[in-house]
């Protein structure tokens, strides 16, 4: 039977005439499926569906736990599924909301559980969670665009990888059992095309296996704190890559520190919290500079308009402004939406600047090629 309580569920058994000598709450859930939802299989939709059906359940009336049930037969994923309802079972115990999402910190952030927890000790829940999902849905949206931009020149390189592995494959063998036949002194160049194609079709799995031996090293290695810090650098370097990363950065701070301080958390751990929500070690730091001068009485802004390398001259002011004012969540909000409508217009023109890159880049690799096998083949010629 389903009831609110144990006394709830007494009363009604009672009622039909049973005496209940045992009563004990069944824990819905899976070990697969709670270990799936510990790895946070869980899209960027599905938490922004979550925060806002939560909220808009919460301000009609309905219980936490009520709205929680509703909320994992409503979606379609089954481990996000799982970890609702382990949500649902912990907030029946008395845990609070925000303690119950702790133990799945892959599918809820930080910030996320910060606000949620500010809602619940300030009484305004459906609104904090309502504008969770804002802040979520905005750094989805953000994140989608920059994506949306690199999927062509991805595809393109992917294409020219595959076509250069079928020429090895294919072609080249042909061409060079022809120069072996002809005993011909080849070229540096196509001796170096001759030894992939010899790797590729002579030793296929050995070379199947250093290609992933590689891929997983480096995939690896950008995952640890110095991989970290060298991308974070190479992509701060780049001509075309560094204004959009600058912009990327300044929204997401702008809309962390935002959400944060309209929710009601306090300035350090609003500073804390968004530190976390940063990628690039350079501008953790500048967040942890921010944090120490609030602590000892300096203004935020100070901060950032001493790191103007990474952020623009415009946020520190604006910051400063907000500060004078005492309305420095809206002036972060109007930041937030001026950096990412900044960023949508980088990512719309990134593809137009890119293409020409590629095309250079890929007729290059054709030119390498088609050099380094033709060359031979006209002192083949010369000679006859």
């Not at 393109?156 to 005993?183: C, D, H, Q, R, W």
């Not at 974070?232 to 950065?249: E, R, W």
């Not at 007729?363 to 096998?373: K, Q, T």
């Amino acid at each position: 039977m389903e009831a609110t309580d144990k006394i709830a569920l007494a009363r009604n058994l009672r009622e039909r005439g049973f005496v209940p000598t045992n009563i004990s709450e069944k824990e819905y859930g899976s070990k697969t499926f709670s270990f799936l939802s510990k790895l946070g299989f869980v899209s960027g939709a599905d938490r922004i569906m979550f925060a806002k059906n939560l909220g808009v359940m919460i301000s009609a009336g309905l219980s936490i736990t009520r709205a929680l049930e509703i909320l994992s037969r409503q979606t379609n994923n089954k481990a996000f599924s799982w970890t609702i309802v382990s949500l649902m079972n912990d907030t029946k115990k008395g845990d609070s909301l925000s303690y119950a999402m702790k133990k799945f910190p892959k599918i809820f952030s930080k910030l996320f559980i910060a606000m949620v927890k500010t809602g619940e000790e300030s009484g305004k829940l459906s609104e904090s969670l309502q504008l969770a999902g804002l802040q979520i849905e905005k750094d989805y949206t953000l994140m989608k665009k920059v994506k949306g931009a690199m999927m062509y020149p991805s595809i393109i390189l992917v294409a020219m990888v595959l076509i250069g592995i079928f020429m090895f494959i294919y072609v080249v063998p042909t061409l060079v059992s022809t120069f072996k036949e002809l005993n011909m002194n080849l070229p540096f160049s196509t001796k170096i095309i001759i030894f992939i194609s010899d790797s590729i079709t002579k030793h296929t799995l050995l070379f199947v296996f250093s290609f992933l031996t590689v891929i997983v090293l480096a995939v690896w290695f950008l995952r640890t704190e110095k991989g970290k810090i060298l991308i974070g650098n190479i992509f701060l370097k780049v001509p075309l890559i560094s204004p959009i990363v600058k912009k990327i950065n300044s929204a997401r701070t702008s809309r962390t520190l935002a959400s944060l301080i309209s929710s009601g958390v306090n300035v350090v751990d609003a500073l804390s919290i968004t530190r976390d929500v940063l990628q690039n070690k350079k501008y953790k730091e500048v967040l942890t500079t921010a944090i120490s001068d609030v602590q000892k009485g300096v203004p935020v802004s100070s901060s950032f308009k001493s790191a103007t390398k990474l952020y623009p001259v415009l946020l520190g002011e604006m910051i400063a402004v907000g500060e004078e004012t005492g309305k420095i969540s809206e002036m972060l909000e109007r930041l937030a939406i001026f950096y990412e409508e900044e960023v949508a217009e980088a990512t719309k023109s990134m593809s137009t600047v890119i293409e020409p890159i590629l095309m250079i880049f890929i007729g290059g690799a054709v030119g390498f090629f088609a050099l380094s096998m033709i060359k031979p083949m006209y002192s083949m010629m010369n000679g006859i």
